[in-house]
């Protein structure tokens, strides 16, 4: 695959600045098409926890996601900071999104969710056996409520058709392999 060539970008302009970027870039692909893509940079990888209490239950959020309108079900989990390790930062994001911490963690493969429109990289760990630290210390723009719910009731959730995001579902996915 390393020898596969790849389109030349000829031309690339920022559009937007701000919590993400927009790129416009003019392609050239190696058949001669020439064309415009549209392109976010994130600025920041991010992180997620599949997270279990010692009773096997799962840390799950409920957070309303302004795009869909909607509280979703999700794994606590967020940006990485630059001064962070995406380890770091998803210990901190549980930490302040549920006030659970400590425990055993592994790290889960990393994906690229939407590929098509960025190069966000999102880092998935498993942590076992946390425990509640503290008050939730959530950012005073989200909104987000802590559930603990067993892999039957998560799995009844998502069958009746409860909007979830689908970061959860690919923890979930990530999980069932080890």
């Not at 970008?9 to 416009?24: L, P, T």
């Not at 959530?138 to 998560?154: A, D, G, N, P, R």
Request: aromatic letters at 10%; a negative charge; one cysteine or more.
């Amino acid at each position: 695959m390393s020898n596969t060539t790849i389109p030349k970008i000829e031309k690339s302009q920022f559009a937007y600045h701000g919590f993400f970027d927009v790129h416009v870039d003019s392609l050239r692909w190696p058949t001669g098409f020439q064309n415009t893509y549209t392109r976010l940079d994130l600025c920041s990888s991010a992180a997620v926890v599949l997270a279990r209490i010692a009773d096997g239950r799962f840390i799950i959020n409920l957070e309303y996601r302004h795009p869909t309108g909607k509280w979703l079900l999700s794994c606590p989990g967020g940006r990485v900071d630059q001064s962070e390790t995406p380890l770091e930062a998803v210990k901190r994001e549980l930490l302040e999104e549920t006030g659970y911490g400590g425990g055993t963690w592994q790290a889960l493969p990393s994906i690229y969710p939407l590929p098509a429109i960025t190069d966000q990289r999102i880092f998935y760990f498993l942590a076992q056996d946390v425990v509640h630290l503290s008050a939730a210390k959530v950012e005073e723009s989200e909104l987000i409520k802590t559930l603990l719910k067993t892999k039957q009731e998560l799995y009844q959730e998502i069958q009746n058709k409860t909007p979830v995001d689908g970061i959860l579902c690919t923890a979930l996915f990530l999980w069932q392999l080890l």
